[in-house]
Nanobody
Framework: QVQLVESGGGLVQPGGSLRLSCAAS????????MGWYRQAPGKQRELVAG???????TYADSVKGRFTVSRENAKTSVYLQMNSLKPEDTAVYYC?????????WGQGTQVTVSS
């Protein structure tokens, strides 16, 4: 059974930082491209950051320079370090694992940026 479990969300003030973690099980982690997506109320889900199985990173323009995605294959985990958070970063953040055959999603973790 495939599981992607996100953690690390919460309430933070503008300018603050959070680190999201996603622990994967039931997949060959090293053979999956991993991504972080987010969905704000009334908006479509969007890609925030991704890291391929080879370590190549991609970021949405809105988070470049503020967010950093990383992975640790030995711990079957992917991380999203979020700095200089803005109210517009408020959303549910989802972890995604993708390979040539399957596409998996976590349940999401809420991030709220507010004073």
């Amino acid at each position: 059974q495939v599981q992607l479990v996100e953690s690390g969300g919460g309430l933070v003030q503008p300018g603050g930082s959070l680190r999201l973690s996603c622990a994967a099980s039931g997949i060959i982690f090293s053979m999956n491209d991993m991504g972080w997506y987010r969905q704000a109320p009334g908006k479509q889900r969007e890609l925030v950051a991704g890291i391929t199985r080879w370590g190549q990173r991609t970021y949405a323009d809105s988070v470049k320079g503020r967010f950093t995605v990383s992975r640790e294959n030995a711990k079957t985990s992917v991380y999203l370090q979020m700095n200089s958070l803005k109210p517009e970063d408020t959303a549910v953040y989802y972890c995604n694992a993708k390979n040539n055959y399957e596409d998996y999603w976590g349940q999401g973790t809420q991030v709220t940026v507010s004073s």
